[in-house]
């Protein structure tokens, strides 16, 4: 059973498009993170949420919009995508905040042309 | 100046060799520090935790230096599998992991 799924694993599309990429986690975890992974490899964190709530909003440009129905849900939808946006995005849980190891999905590789 | 630093290498052994790779975090707060493993085009996966003590796993040492505010991962008697790109993480906050740029070792036989 995969701990960390999150669909789709690769999305090409055009700029100006809107797009989203979904994250389940049947661990139980409360809190749950995305990331994203640029071509440097740089993994930068995007947002963090706990129990459903917003915790940590990484200076992440509004076009980008987190929804966490429940907590073992946490999707991100992406409005009027750039190149820039173009990166591999994680999407990652932990039992809670704090000293806990964090669990990845296997990403999203966006490519915006 | 970065939260997480790690010199990017490529670090190029052979195989049986002993390599350590350091980590610096600039946050003194930061109380708690892993080291991640990430493989080519595959999602990162928890290596170890490293405890105030230092630990070990197997071939694996983590320490902590608070003083100089840096982490370190000695690997030893090297395989060829052990070739893969190591990140340090920091969390700054409870909900705030940090990650490092990461450290490519290469293993060559």
């Known amino acids: 059973d995969t701990a960390v799924s999150q669909t789709p694993k690769y999305l090409v599309t055009q700029m100006g498009n809107d797009k989203s990429i979904k994250c389940e986690q049947n661990?139980?975890?409360?809190?749950m993170y995305w990331y994203k992974q640029d071509s440097k490899k740089f993994l930068k964190i995007m947002f963090s949420?706990?129990?459903?709530?917003?915790?940590i909003n990484e200076t992440v440009p509004n076009r980008f919009s987190p929804k966490s129905p429940d907590k073992a849900h946490l999707n991100l939808h992406i409005n009027s995508l750039e190149l820039g946006d173009s990166a591999v995005y994680f999407c990652a849980s932990s039992r809670q905040g704090g000293d806990e190891k964090l669990f990845f999905g296997s990403g999203t590789q966006l490519s915006v042309l | 100046r970065k939260e997480v630093e790690q010199d990017p290498g490529p670090f190029n052994v052979p195989e049986g060799a002993t390599v350590a790779f350091n980590c610096t975090y600039s946050n003194s707060a930061s109380q708690s520090f892993f080291w991640y493993r990430q493989d080519c085009r595959k999602e990162p996966k928890l290596l170890m935790s490293?405890?105030?003590s230092g630990n070990e796993d197997g071939r694996f040492t983590a320490q902590l230096n608070r003083a100089s505010q840096y982490i370190s991962l000695l690997i030893r008697d090297s395989k060829l599998s052990d070739s893969a790109t190591y990140l340090c993480?920091?969390?700054?906050?409870?909900?705030?992991?940090?990650f490092g740029r990461g450290t490519s070792l290469i293993v060559h036989p």
């Open positions: 661990l139980g975890h409360d809190t």
């Open positions: 949420y706990n129990n459903k709530e917003l915790i």
């Open positions: 490293v405890y105030s």
């Open positions: 993480v920091a969390l700054r906050g409870s909900y705030i992991p940090t």
